[in-house]
């Protein structure tokens, strides 16, 4: 099992900048993929970025160039900073880490959720 939580998120102005972090904790063999989601009310959860154990990211189109993801030499802790926030980037950000169990298929661990609150 994994653990995932998740803090930094708030309340921001438009143009502002939050910066999340996701703590994972457990068995993180096989964790070849760590990154965050966003559901906002009424809509599906999207990806925000996600980032490989060899460091490749990709982004969400519309937060790209404005988010980056990041995570610490150890890998357990994954980051992602947000500049010139808009409110449509009000959500609930998710942290996501994906293990590849081989026979098993892909399973998906996710953290509670952090509140992030974009003002106009």
């Known amino acids: 099992q994994v653990q995932l939580v998740e803090s930094g998120g708030g309340l921001v102005q438009a143009g502002g900048s939050l910066r999340l972090s996701c703590a994972a904790s457990?068995?993180?063999?096989?964790?070849?993929?760590m990154g965050w989601y966003r559901q906002a009310p009424g809509k599906e959860r999207e990806l925000v970025a996600r980032?490989?154990?060899?460091?490749?990211?990709n982004y969400g189109d519309s937060v790209k160039g404005r988010f980056t993801i990041s995570k610490d030499n150890a890998g357990n802790t994954v980051y992602l900073q947000m500049t010139s926030l808009k409110p449509e980037d009000t959500a609930v950000y998710y942290c996501?880490?994906?293990?590849?169990?081989?026979?098993?298929?892909?399973?998906?661990?996710w953290g509670q959720g952090t509140q992030v609150t974009v003002s106009s």
């Open positions: 980032i490989t154990n060899d460091g490749a990211t």
């Open positions: 457990g068995s993180m063999f096989s964790i070849n993929v």
């Open positions: 996501n880490a994906v293990r590849n169990s081989g026979i098993l298929g892909f399973i998906n661990y």
